[in-house]
């Protein structure tokens, strides 16, 4: 498995190099893959004048759903490590049609807290299971969060649950070059916490307490366009920048490909029904070193944080 800095560093390019397809497809994300944050925002259940932190907030979609529910005298703060993705969503939810939210280029992971904290809550979308370090970014919420916050966050539990991902991706993987490596073992990646005891035991060496995890199985719903909802895919996957810079040809083949795995999802005359499979996850913030810091500080590479404390 890799080291730390390694996997920190593979995490910040590959996100780099995906924000290109996430901005392509931020609104479709926002509509069709509301299901996927749906279960943990409605736990959250976000309160008029709350502060509320986003991690990995992508193309800002979410940070806007937290920031219209908290209102004029609340914050929805989202960060992200992708700063195309931070610029679109500052462009996309700009502060004068949403006040109090904001977007902050961030590695969750190194930072002690998030500026702006203490936090009453945090929320996240599928991002925890791709974090190089999770107790790192994991303590890093909690620390943010004030004694008492809360957590609700979703991430996919196993692939067989979540068949669409590699459908999309080994549809279009043989029309296009090298892809980035695949994850080994519990190293980041869509499916690194398929074992809710990996997540639990990651929660609670970052201090969580009264950690519950419970699978929600959601539908994404798409329109029965099959090259668009094939291109949404391979575009926000792991194929998604090497299908950005494939001759015209290539991606052609790369959309017949995944559209042909994708058939058994679709629905003649209906569209697309993605299943999907989750965790969601709930805790609250506990502890003594939950206040905030002066200013945010950065760490420097470090050994992964041993999650079996
Ligand atoms: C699968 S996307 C989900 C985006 C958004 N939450 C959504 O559901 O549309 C994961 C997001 O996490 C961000 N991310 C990954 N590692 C991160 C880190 N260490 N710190 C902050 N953001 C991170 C990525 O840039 C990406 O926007």
Excluded: K
């Amino acid at each position: 498995m890799a080291d730390t800095a390694s996997l920190r560093e593979r995490n910040a390019t590959f996100w780099a190099g995906a924000a290109a397809g996430w901005i392509r497809h931020a609104d479709r994300q926002d509509e069709v893959g509301r299901p996927l944050g749906a279960p943990a925002m409605e736990r959250l259940a976000a309160r008029p004048a709350e502060r509320i932190l986003d991690v990995g907030c992508g193309c800002g979609g979410t940070t806007a759903e937290l920031a219209a529910a908290v209102g004029e005298t609340g914050a929805a703060v989202g960060v992200d490590i992708a700063e195309a993705m931070v610029t679109a969503a500052r462009q996309r939810f700009p502060t004068d049609r949403y006040p109090g939210i904001q977007f902050r280029l961030a590695d969750i992971e190194t930072l002690d807290v998030v500026p702006g904290a203490p936090f009453d809550a945090a929320f996240s979308r599928m991002t925890l299971m791709l974090l190089a370090d999770p107790v790192a970014g994991c303590t890093t919420i909690r620390r943010s969060l004030r004694p008492g916050g809360r957590l609700a966050a979703t991430v996919f539990r196993d692939g067989s649950v979540n068949p669409w991902l590699s459908a999309a991706m080994l549809g279009a993987a043989p029309h296009l070059g090298p892809l980035p490596p695949l994850p080994v073992g519990d190293e980041p990646g869509p499916f690194s916490f398929a074992d809710p005891a990996r997540l639990m035991r990651v929660l609670t060496v970052a201090g969580f307490t009264a950690v519950t995890i419970t699978p929600c199985d959601v539908s994404l719903d798409a329109s029965e366009d099959a090259d668009a909802v094939a291109e949404w895919l391979i575009e926000v996957g792991p194929a998604g920048a090497a299908y950005r810079t494939a001759p015209l040809a290539a991606q052609a083949s790369a959309r017949a490909g995944a559209v042909r795995l994708l058939d058994r999802f679709r629905e003649p005359g209906v569209g697309y029904r993605l299943p999907a499979g989750l965790w969601l996850v709930t805790a609250n913030a506990a502890g003594a070193d939950n206040a905030p810091a002066a200013a945010p500080t950065h760490h420097h590479p470090q050994p992964r944080q041993d999650e079996n404390r």
